[in-house]
Structures are given as C-alpha cells and as structure tokens.
T-cell receptor, first 115, second 110 residues
Framework: EAQVTQNPRYLITVTGKKLTVTCSQN?????MSWYRQDPGLGLRQIYY???????DKGDVPEGYKVSRKEKRNFPLILESPSPNQTSLYFC??????????????FGNGTRLTVT | EDKVVQSPLSLVVHEGDTVTLNCSYE??????LLWYKQEKKAPTFLFML????IEKKSGRLSSILDKKELSSILNITATQTGDSAIYLC??????????FGTGTRLKVLA
C-alpha cells in the first residue's frame, strides 16, 4: 500500500532531551516536507526537500533539523525541544511539486508534547 | 509575504444544503493551489488547480481558480454528515514552499 509512515504517533518528552521523528515513504517521491499544525495557525511548513541531499527551510525552521540521506526517509530532529514545540506534526511527500500528478500525501501525524 | 486566507472560519449547515468555501491568496510566483479535507487525522487530497482556470469536479465537490481575483472556491452540493471536516487550502509558491490557510471548519447537521 502506498503510504507515508511516521513514528512515533505520540511522544511525550521533557525540555532539552533530543528526539527524532521518523518519516518514510514507499512511493519513490522526490519531494518530502514537514509541517506543524497548531490551533488557529493552521499547517506551517518547517523544512522541505526537493531530493536526496537537498533541503530548504520552510516558514518555521527554528529549533528543528532535517536530513535527506536516502530518497525514502526524511527524519525531523529536535536537538533541544522546548514547550513551544508542543504540536501535531505531519510529514508529507509528492513527486516534483506543481505537476498535475503531484499532490502532497500526508502521514498520520505525530502528536508531540514537551513538558 | 506569501499568504493564504480562508473564509469563513467555520460553518454549520443542514444536510442537503450547498456550501461555498473561499480561499484568497497573495503570492509573488504562483505555481498551483490545492484543496484538502481533514477529518480526525491526516489531510486528504481533493483538488489541484493551476493557471489554466479549468473547473475540477469530483461527485458533489467542485472547485475553480480565479487568477484575476487571486482566489479559489470549493463548492459542496447536497451536503452529507460525512462532509463534516476542516477544509484546507494550500498554495504552492515559486520556491516550492507550501503555504496553508487556517482552514474552514464545516459541520453538517442531520
């Protein structure tokens, strides 16, 4: 089944403890991206990647890191999480964006709580 | 600064009603505009609209882009309770960033 898989689905952690949220897709998509969703603010893009070893900042990259060493994986790293990073996170992927066959496909989300 | 504004923020209708959701945008370099439906979890894709201005239809849902007015509408006819969701509009900019609106929360009453 074609899908974007995020892990974990739920995560509670403490301030300053490094964590990684994994994202993997099996559709051979070039484009991958991370979003956070907060009430009243909608979905905001954190980072995106056009292909392997190519990453760019979205609108809210502060406090996050990403890497794209393989086409299928795009992990999100929080080196020193803070309570303001408590949010619902989505990973998404697509073929090169802007083409008719390339809408974003979303994972099921990771709910992160930082205390 | 590129931005997307959706209206109304929320809407309550009865089954069988027709609804129109609005999305207006500002962007320096437009590539495409997308509509998504979000129920309890991941957004699911509805339509992608490009500069061609062609209306997209799928069953009771349809959408069209007005490039002159920098806006798009999503129409849902003969609404059902299963249409209750948050509807998201997203803009793909020239730099391949996605900018989402805050969404319209639709509730359809039986």
């Amino acid at each position: 089944e074609a899908q974007v898989t995020q892990n974990p689905r739920y995560l509670i952690t403490v301030t300053g403890k490094k964590l990684t949220v994994t994202c993997s897709q099996n559709m051979n998509h070039e484009y991958m991206s991370w979003y956070r969703q907060d009430p009243g603010l909608g979905l905001r893009q954190i980072y995106y990647s056009m292909n392997v070893e190519v990453t760019d900042k979205g609108d809210v990259p502060e406090g996050y890191k990403v890497s794209r060493k393989e086409k299928r994986n795009f992990p999100l790293i929080l080196e020193s999480p803070s309570p303001n990073q408590t949010s619902l996170y989505f990973c998404a992927s697509s073929f090169p964006p802007g083409q008719q066959n390339s809408p974003l496909h979303f994972g099921n989300g990771t709910r992160l709580t930082v205390t | 600064e590129d931005k997307v504004v959706q209206s109304p923020l929320s809407l309550v209708v009865h089954e069988g009603d027709t609804v129109t959701l609005n999305c207006s945008y500002e962007v320096t370099n437009f590539r495409s505009l997308l509509w998504y439906k979000q129920e309890k979890k991941a957004p699911t894709f509805l339509f992608m609209l490009t500069s061609s201005g062609i209306e997209k239809k799928s069953g009771r849902l349809s959408s069209i882009l007005d490039k002159k007015e920098l806006s798009s509408i999503l129409n849902i006819t003969a609404t059902q309770t299963g249409d209750s969701a948050i509807y998201l509009c997203a803009l793909l900019s020239g730099t391949y960033k996605y900018i989402f609106g805050t969404g319209t929360r639709l509730k359809v009453l039986a």
